[in-house]
């Protein structure tokens, strides 16, 4: 027992069951010859097919460290270069949050899951149908999540779609991120010029450009290729402009499997971490040593149609696969998952973003994306599957921390006494002290009885989640920002959304 005792204190099981940070790892859809073909093909797109369409500075920089441009006027990189980017690439990412409960810590294989997906419809709770969505739900999502223990970060979830200006709707997309969530935000930018004005309102909203620069509370990236391996003029850009954050750069790429990449599950694994290692050597050889988040997103095709299928085996599987490569480099990784193809938080949606989260999330891929809120296979963005997938995400945290086994915890004494003794274990010392550090507790699944159930309304998990949502939006109007601070950022930037809008009391929910 002292054995048992003495591994407790030197590695303490957590105050609650579950956090950000839980270690993952333990599945591994690769085995480690298959990883080994992997990486080898992987070399080889990035040697002799290469990349189409460089930036400049990302070309004159390239061929300085013995890139080539190949007959095909494509970017080739040679193995030796890629394999050194990797080696030195920094490891150990943090993230902070406006106030210093939400840092994380994002290396090795620890767990985190957040949002996004940039949807261009909201689901308002208990509706049928959906509504384009608006500069208003980029600031309502972020004040659920707020509340969100199991959403560790937040991401525009839906698209300002009414804001046609899209240096205004990125200035907007900010202020509303932040004023919503203390929480680490990811930013997106249509053009690097965009991240200036961003970064100087940031700078307004920290109480100076040293303490964001102390404390950078967001970070920038995109989508710097257009699969199959060619890079984006204005995302790579992007990504290069976002350094000036000094936090990492988010790069993501996303070929859709048998339509921008191979039928293969493996080819199109192959393909997505090149594009992403692509992005990685953008970023480095203009910027050496810059912290990259790692991206690889591959996307599956219903072969029937063609169309995306965000909740399928095979996204689930490719998916977690895409983490373990990544992680085998070393790289902080993130990948999708939480993509229902489901119109409505249903049936549907909760065993598809179940199966693809815990997939990620078991073979540690460091940020979880578009884990909670998404649905119609990213289309749609829902208030009601926020609250539920918050549940969710709990569940799926618990199994990554899995089960502690040492000589206290397999229990062998208590069990001796309680057979000869009372007969059960609810009153063991034990089973008290346990109750919050071994098990999670959902917030709106229902665990009662059926009697209970039907007493309560026969409520659906949708109705209970919708009335949850409803609670916090009509209540939570945190005040983030410094009045002061606040109203000269009006008078110097196009801040769209009202005052009124942003306290309690004005009926919107």
């Known amino acids: 027992m002292r054995k048992g005792r003495k591994a407790r204190l030197e590695n303490p099981p957590p105050a609650t069951a579950i956090g950000p940070g839980m270690i993952g790892g333990r599945f591994k859809p690769l085995s480690d010859p298959e990883m080994q073909q992997v990486h080898t093909t992987v070399l080889d797109v990035l040697e002799n097919i290469g990349m189409a369409d460089p930036i400049p500075v990302l070309r004159e920089r390239a061929l300085a460290k013995g890139c080539k441009i190949n007959e095909h006027d494509r970017l080739c990189f040679p193995r030796a270069l890629v394999e050194d980017v990797i080696a030195h690439a920094g490891k150990a990412i943090q993230w902070c949050g406006q106030d210093e409960r939400y840092d994380l810590d994002l290396s090795g294989t620890r767990v985190h899951t957040y949002g996004g997906g940039e949807a261009v419809n909201a689901l308002d709770p208990g509706a049928d149908t959906y509504r384009p969505s608006t500069i208003l739900d980029v600031y309502d999502f972020a004040r659920l999540v707020d509340r969100m223990d199991n959403i560790h970060a937040f991401s525009r979830l839906v698209v300002a779609t009414e804001l046609a200006d899209l240096k205004v709707c990125d200035i907007n997309t900010a202020y509303a991120s932040v004023a919503g969530t203390q929480k680490h935000t990811a930013l997106t930018f249509s053009y690097a010029e965009h991240v200036e004005p961003t970064l100087e309102m940031l700078y307004m909203v920290a109480g100076g450009e040293k303490k964001f620069k102390d404390r950078p509370f967001c970070h920038g990236g995109g989508c710097p290729i257009i699969s199959p391996l060619r890079y984006g003029v204005h995302n790579s850009e992007v990504c290069i402009e976002a350094t000036k954050f000094g936090s990492p750069v988010w790069v993501v790429t996303a070929p859709q499997a048998g339509a921008t990449a191979p039928a293969a599950l493996a080819g199109t694994l192959v393909q997505v971490i090149a594009e992403a290692l692509a992005a990685l050597l953008m970023v480095d050889l203009v910027h050496p040593g810059y912290p990259v988040i790692m991206g690889p997103w591959p996307f599956v095709s219903d072969l029937r149609t ?184 009006r008078e110097k930037f196009p801040i769209l959304l009202s005052p009124e809008d942003m306290r309690s009391g004005n009926g919107r929910w």
């Open 306 to 489: 063609g169309s995306f299928s965000g909740g399928s085996g095979e996204e689930a599987v490719v998916s977690a696969a895409a983490a373990q490569m990544i992680n085998h480099y070393g790289l902080v990784s993130s990948v999708g998952a939480g993509m229902t193809d489901s119109k409505s938080p249903d049936n549907q949606s909760g065993y598809e973003k179940g199966i693809t989260v815990a997939l990620a999330a078991l073979a540690g891929c460091n940020n979880v994306s578009e884990s909670a809120g998404m649905v119609g296979s990213l289309m749609g963005c829902s208030y009601e599957a926020i609250v539920a997938d918050n549940d969710m995400l709990g569940n799926v945290l618990r199994t990554v921390r899995g089960i502690e086994v040492n000589e206290e915890t397999l229990s062998y004494g208590i069990i001796d006494e309680v057979v000869h003794g009372e007969g059960h274990f609810l009153r063991q010392p034990q089973t008290l002290a346990l109750m919050r550090s071994e098990y999670a507790y959902p917030e709106v699944a229902d665990r009662g009885t059926p009697a209970e159930w039907e007493e309560a309304g026969s409520l659906s998990m949708r109705q209970r989640a919708a009335e949850r949502a409803k609670e916090i939006l009509s209540s939570h109007y945190p005040v983030y920002i410094d009045p002061d601070v606040d109203r000269q950022i």
